[in-house]
């Protein structure tokens, strides 16, 4: 069955601070790793798709990077409109999206 | 942007009532998910269809709930009778089907269900 952990449930930083998020992950066969981030009352909104251990997406603040066990969101001197909940996920084929229960992340000013 | 919708946003109800939650997945996405939040299980999947055909509902109740899609534009998941063990967020999301996999997931914003 295919597992997801994310660490930490939660992380408070401050505004500059640059810190990572991990997402651990247990698959037969991973076709895919997506990282979301959901704002409260909102359904989750699409970060990254990575494929392959070594690759390496960006978007503005935020870097993800894969391995063959796990992936990590970078996060570089956030800002107060980063904090959310990133969510991690794990596809297999045709199969089922798996998803962890996420890192809640505050920016404080 | 074209996005996923789903009605109603926010629905409460008595135990033993029917519920039934609506979505319209994004035109031209063929896989649908739907998906329960709770603050303790997270982001689990109840079932989802490729071109409209059930392919796994193993994550739902079977005794109680029953997961549709009418057409192409319409999903619907329902639950009868309702209990209060029932009440999270429920998503719809939806995607292509691409060679090996899917396209990421679209999510609408969610049905916020409480069960008193």
């Known amino acids: 069955e295919d597992q997801v952990t994310q660490s930490p449930e939660a992380l408070r930083l401050q505004e500059g601070e640059s810190s990572s998020l991990n997402c651990s992950y247990t698959?037969?066969?991973?076709?895919?790793l997506f990282w979301y981030r959901q704002d409260p009352g909102k359904g989750p909104e699409f970060l990254f798709t990575?494929?392959?251990a070594g690759e390496e997406k960006e978007k503005e603040r935020l870097k993800a990077t894969l391995t063959k066990k796990e992936s990590f969101l970078h996060i570089t001197a956030p800002k107060p409109e980063d904090s959310a909940t990133y969510l991690c996920?794990?596809?297999?084929?045709?199969?089922?999206?798996?998803f962890g229960t996420g890192t809640k992340l505050q920016v404080i000013p | 942007d074209a996005r996923v919708t789903q009605t109603p946003r926010h629905k409460v109800t008595e135990m033993g009532q029917e519920v039934t939650m609506r979505c319209q997945p994004i035109?031209?996405?063929?896989?649908v998910f739907w998906y329960r939040q709770t603050m303790m299980q997270g982001l689990e999947l109840l079932a989802y269809?490729?071109?409209?055909?059930?392919?796994?509902d193993s994550g739902m109740p079977k005794d109680r709930f029953s997961a549709e899609m009418p057409d192409a534009t319409l999903a619907t998941l329902k639950i009868q009778p309702s209990e209060p063990r029932d009440s999270a967020v429920y998503f719809c999301?939806?995607?292509?089907?691409?060679?090996?996999?899917?396209?990421?997931?679209?999510f609408g914003n969610g049905t916020r269900l409480t069960v008193t």
């Open positions: 996920a794990v596809q297999a084929g045709y199969q089922k999206v798996t």
């Open positions: 698959v037969s066969g991973l076709r895919g």
């Open positions: 990575l494929y392959s």
């Open positions: 035109l031209g996405h063929n896989t």
């Open positions: 269809f490729r071109n409209r055909a059930p392919l796994d």
């Open positions: 999301a939806s995607a292509s089907t691409t060679q090996g996999g899917f396209s990421p997931l679209h």
